[in-house]
């Protein structure tokens, strides 16, 4: 069946921009993640969302990032008057449930702020 | 949130058996420990997940002693297609405290 998808795969915006970015988990899947990679760095949990509950936001790192799922499905990544330091590819993933199941990853949103 | 910890990098020769270890000297009692592999520009795939003593697949093994404040990724005979980074990740059954580590970069030569 398909898997993860993300869209764009590459964003190029002028600092101080809004974008949105997509992830289109695996279908059934109850929880979806996004996290982001700077260059040669390992992976930065953001934030996640359980079926209806209200989502884990605790590794947002400012109030100019946001997320929201809707309808238990398709999730949109939001960020705010954009920063150079905000470049790094974002990462999607699903799981099944919430069982500590395996995580399955979309291939990334490669974000670069000029 | 147990932290984990990896060698930043590891360097093996083809046909060479590849264990990477983590510690995790904080893992909570319902905790799974479950490894993962990343090539550049893409995402992680999933390797193995474990929750105590030893687990294989077609892939590798994953041995856990009992107090589970390790774990040892195994990967038989490495081939140069095995030059990833590899995370240990270490996490609650609601998922919610699942963190990526640095990951251990393995680079294998022929």
């Known amino acids: 069946g398909a898997g993860v998808s993300q869209s764009p795969s590459n964003k190029v915006t002028e600092k101080g921009k809004d974008v949105e970015l997509r992830c289109d988990p695996i279908?059934?899947?109850?929880?979806l993640y996004w996290y982001r990679q700077s260059l040669g760095q390992g992976l930065e949990f953001l934030i996640y969302?359980?079926?209806?509950?209200?989502?884990?936001k605790s590794g947002l790192p400012s109030d100019r990032f946001s997320a929201e799922r809707t309808g238990g499905s398709v999730s949109t990544l939001t960020i705010q008057r954009t920063q150079q330091e905000d470049s790094a590819v974002y990462l999607c993933?699903?799981?099944?449930?919430?069982?500590?199941?395996?995580?399955?990853f979309g291939p990334g949103t490669r974000l670069t702020v000029l | 949130l147990a932290k984990t910890t990896q060698p930043i990098s590891m360097d093996s020769y083809e046909g060479q058996e590849v264990n990477i270890t983590c510690s995790h000297n904080?893992?909570?009692?319902?905790?799974?420990i479950t490894w993962y592999q990343q090539f550049p520009s893409q995402g992680p795939r999933f390797i193995i997940q474990?929750?105590?003593t030893k687990v294989t697949n077609e892939v590798a093994s994953l041995f856990i002693p009992a107090d589970r404040k390790s774990s040892t990724l195994s990967l038989p005979r490495v081939s140069l297609s095995d030059t990833a980074v590899y995370y240990c990740?270490?996490?609650?059954?609601?998922?919610?405290?699942?963190?990526f580590g640095a990951g251990t970069r393995l680079t294998v030569k022929p």
């Open positions: 993933a699903s799981s099944l449930d919430y069982t500590g199941d395996t995580q399955y």
């Open positions: 969302f359980q079926g209806n509950s209200a989502p884990d």
């Open positions: 279908s059934g899947h109850t929880a």
């Open positions: 990740l270490v996490g609650a059954l609601n998922n919610n405290d699942m963190r």
């Open positions: 474990g929750y105590k």
């Open positions: 904080n893992i909570a009692t319902n905790d799974y």
